[in-house]
């Protein structure tokens, strides 16, 4: 019968007490990367601009005005902790798009997949939601940079064809009042 043997090892507890430390930090960084260059970028966004909550299969894309940030979070909380700081910016608000092949993948295909739709349904129940095919949202972002801003924030979910598109509009201004706007230029007022 072999023995394991004690070892005390002085300031061992220091030791364990720093790499806790360096961990919990190290965790909380990743946690607030995507937030914390959200809250940065948001002021200088406006309407156009895109915020896309990719799944983890998001593909780089080479645009410059596309820029990618790997948050190593959930894909829920990303979209909420956005839509939150979307919400709470009084000059922008949040236009939803989905991959109208989300409501066709399924649970055999992805398993986990019928919690994620419910749990998304759930965070977006009081929004105007909008679908678009995966490809044409993709080409959307690509168009959309080559004149304006496009933020990915990657998260770590790994169920296709989940990520959630934002364009931003402005958010003390609609298209009703545009449309007033326009007609009376015509009238010549």
């Given amino acids: 019968m072999t023995r394991k043997r004690k070892t005390f090892v002085p300031g061992g507890w220091s030791i364990i007490l720093s790499v806790l430390l360096l961990m919990i930090g190290l965790s909380a960084g990743c946690r607030t990367t995507g937030r914390g260059r959200l809250w940065r970028i948001l002021p200088k966004m406006g309407q156009r601009n895109w915020i896309v909550v990719a799944d983890s299969a998001y593909p780089a894309q080479n645009k410059p ?80 940079a080559e004149m304006f801003k496009v933020i990915v924030f990657k998260t770590n979910i790994t169920l296709p064809y989940t990520s959630v598109f934002i364009e931003l509009d402005c958010g003390y201004w609609n298209a009703d009042a545009e449309k007033r706007l326009r007609n009376k230029m015509r009238q010549g007022n």
């Fill in 65 to 144: 005005g596309i820029e990618t940030v790997v948050t190593g979070r959930g894909q829920l909380e990303t979209v909420r902790a956005v839509l939150d700081a979307v919400d709470d910016a009084p000059h922008v608000k949040p236009v939803v798009y989905i991959n109208d092949e989300l409501d066709n993948v399924s649970e055999v295909d992805a398993p986990g997949i019928r919690a994620y739709r419910n749990q998304l349904g759930l965070l977006l129940q009081n929004r105007t939601v909008r679908t678009m095919p995966n490809d044409r949202l993709i080409t959307t972002m690509d168009d959309a």
